[in-house]
């Protein structure tokens, strides 16, 4: 199979994961925003993650088990968030959250790797 095949469904899941995260916190910086009108606009924004991350994970199962995808995901969305949250938000990552972000790397790892 085309490198593609195994490529396009990543990049897919990392930008339905910049959507995904600005639907999840992109409101923090608008606190004297009503909830009402931030769950609007979250939902909004996240029908454009579906229609990103819906497809990804068709075509990532040709190439990808479920298990998989969905490792692949939370990894993606650790860094998505990581870099949203120090450079959207100015908050700083701590050591132990590099710690957690690369337990989860190993995750990946041993998820994707074959082991036969």
């Not at 095949?5 to 994961?17: F, K």
């Not at 990532?60 to 490792?71: D, E, F, M, N």
């Amino acid at each position: 199979m085309p490198v593609s095949t195994y490529i396009l469904p990543v990049l897919l899941l990392v930008a339905s994961n910049v959507f995904m995260t600005f639907a999840w916190y992109g409101h923090l910086k608008f606190k004297a925003t009503p909830l009402a009108l931030v769950i609007l606009a979250s939902w909004g924004i996240a029908f454009f993650e579906y229609c990103l991350q819906v497809p990804a994970n068709r075509m990532g199962h040709a190439v990808y088990t479920a298990p998989q995808l969905k490792i692949i995901q939370e990894a993606i969305t650790l860094l998505v968030f990581a870099a949203f949250s120090t450079l959207y938000l100015g908050e700083h990552l701590r050591w132990n959250d590099w710690v957690a972000f690369a337990l989860v790397a190993a995750a990946v790892f041993f998820s994707v790797h074959d082991w036969r």
